[in-house]
């Protein structure tokens, strides 16, 4: 077994790599992980893009790991679960846990949390023959079929556990038990979990690509229905008669941290300003050229920030160019003064403020390094935080000026 192991947004060496093994990773990684050609037919290389964690094929283990490090990554991950529901010391950030131990951690953590007062209940239409009436006797049907009427067809409202949020968590948990890796203490967690979920359909990752709609009624599954949802997006089996089986398990970082600014400036921001995550608009006036921000920080109903959070600028100016085009132009059609450009890592990391001609539209480009200590990132998010407070609602008193001026040079 050949174990290669990147960072994110990395090459590998030239190793060989036979037909089969190739095949099967080309299936499961597509868009995830390059699989480059070499002189050498019977050598491939990787190239890691911003999606980290583990991939099992045939004779081959592929890990890809962030550069930032793993208590970093957790700490994005866990954005949006309620405090206190995971400490350092129960997943081992420390000791350099594996990424989808550490994932799976939190997600039968938040998954535990959210059930343990029992599953959530809810009404579903069901049309079935029975063997007397129930609900509303389906009269069409019987007309169709009257030498079926010994067992009337019925249309009723079933209040029941088997409904789209369970099933959500249900799947996350099945497709965790069959990882191959995952240790013995998560797999137990798992499988007592798994328990509570009896009476509720099995479905496949494709079936909850949507996610669920959060309501009032399930807002105490948001959590473990949002880490289910990333976990799901990564997750990839595949088995072919007479194989073994092939697995990928990966986290796309810029989703991951996208996610967590977003949750963070949140935190910070409200009740004064809301951050909205991509809200639909459009750029035209009759709605056919629809678009759909990453971020945008309303005033009430009135959007007064466009925001762009990125994980990694990858390129020199003209790169980036590219990539702020479509904010500058969601900040022009909103229209909003103030366009931020949240990142991570840059090649070449852009001046910290532009003023676009022809718009006017300011763009602040701010970096939020993730090498740095849990306090530094705090204090770092808070300087963001203000500075979007300030371009959204005005200028600070005189005695605040002082915090929100070191984030940019100019407010």
Same mark, same amino acid.
Request: proline share 8%.
């Given at each position: ?19 089969? $093994? ?8 597509? %868009? ?54 995971? %400490? ?13 131990? !550490? @994932?799976?951690?939190?997600?039968? #953590? &938040?998954? *535990? ?26 009269? !069409? ?7 079926? &009427?010994?067992?009337?067809?019925? %249309? ?30 998560? +797999? ?37 229905? *949002? ?12 088995? +072919? ?10 986290? *796309? ?8 600014? $977003?949750?963070?400036?949140?935190? +910070? ?35 007064? /920030? ?7 600028? =990858? !390129?020199?100016?003209? $790169?980036?160019?590219?990539? @702020? ?10 229209? =909003? ?6 990142? &991570? ?24 390094? /993730?090498? $740095? ?15 979007? #407070?300030?371009?959204?609602? %005005? ?17």
């Amino acid at each position: 077994m050949r174990t290669v192991t990147l960072t994110e947004h990395s090459t590998s060496d030239p190793f060989p790599l036979g037909g089969t $093994a190739r095949e099967r990773l080309f299936d499961l990684v597509a %868009g995830r992980l390059e699989v480059q050609a070499t002189a050498d037919p019977g050598q491939v290389r990787l190239r890691s893009t911003s999606w980290v964690g583990a991939v099992h094929v045939p004779g081959l283990t592929v890990r890809v790991t962030p550069r930032a490090g793993m208590a970093n990554l957790f700490t994005m991950f866990s954005a949006g679960i309620p405090g206190g529901t995971l %400490g350092r010391e129960e997943v081992g950030w420390e000791g350099g846990v594996d990424l989808v131990d !550490g @994932v799976a951690a939190f997600l039968l #953590r &938040a998954i *535990d949390d959210c059930t343990r007062r029992g599953l959530l209940h809810g009404y579903l239409h069901r049309e079935e023959s029975l063997h007397v009436i129930r609900g509303r006797l389906l009269v !069409g049907q019987v007309a169709v079929r009257p030498w079926a &009427a010994a067992r009337p067809p019925c %249309g009723y409202d079933d209040f029941t556990v088997d409904v789209p949020e369970n099933r959500m968590l249900r799947c996350a948990l099945e497709q965790l038990l069959r990882w191959p890796a995952l240790p013995p203490v998560l +797999r137990r967690g798992a499988t007592a979990l798994a328990v509570r979920f009896d009476g509720v359909s099995p479905t496949v990752p494709d079936d909850h690509r949507g996610g669920v709609p959060i309501t009032r009624l399930n807002e105490h599954y948001a959590a473990a229905l *949002d880490l289910a949802g990333q976990a799901l997006e990564g997750v990839t089996i595949s088995h +072919r008669e007479g194989e073994h089986r092939a697995h990928a398990f990966l986290i *796309d970082l810029q989703d991951v941290f996208q996610r967590w600014v $977003a949750a963070e400036l949140q935190a +910070r921001l409200w009740p004064m300003l809301h951050v909205s995550e991509r809200p639909a608009y459009s750029l035209d006036d009759d709605a056919r050229l629809p678009v759909r921000p990453d971020l945008v920080v309303m005033r009430g109903a009135r959007p007064a /920030l466009v925001l762009q959070a990125r994980h990694r600028l =990858v !390129g020199a100016s003209s $790169a980036l160019s590219q990539e @702020v085009s479509a904010l500058l132009l969601q900040a022009a059609s909103l229209p =909003v003064p103030t366009a931020l450009l949240v990142y &991570a890592d840059a090649e070449h990391p852009p001046e910290p403020q532009m003023r676009i001609r022809g718009t006017g539209t300011r763009l602040l480009c701010l970096p939020l390094t /993730l090498d $740095a200590t849990p306090d530094a990132l705090s204090a770092r998010l808070d300087e963001i935080a203000e500075l979007v #407070r300030v371009s959204a609602l %005005g200028p600070l008193p005189q005695r605040n000026r002082t915090q929100a001026s070191a984030v940019v040079p100019t407010i």
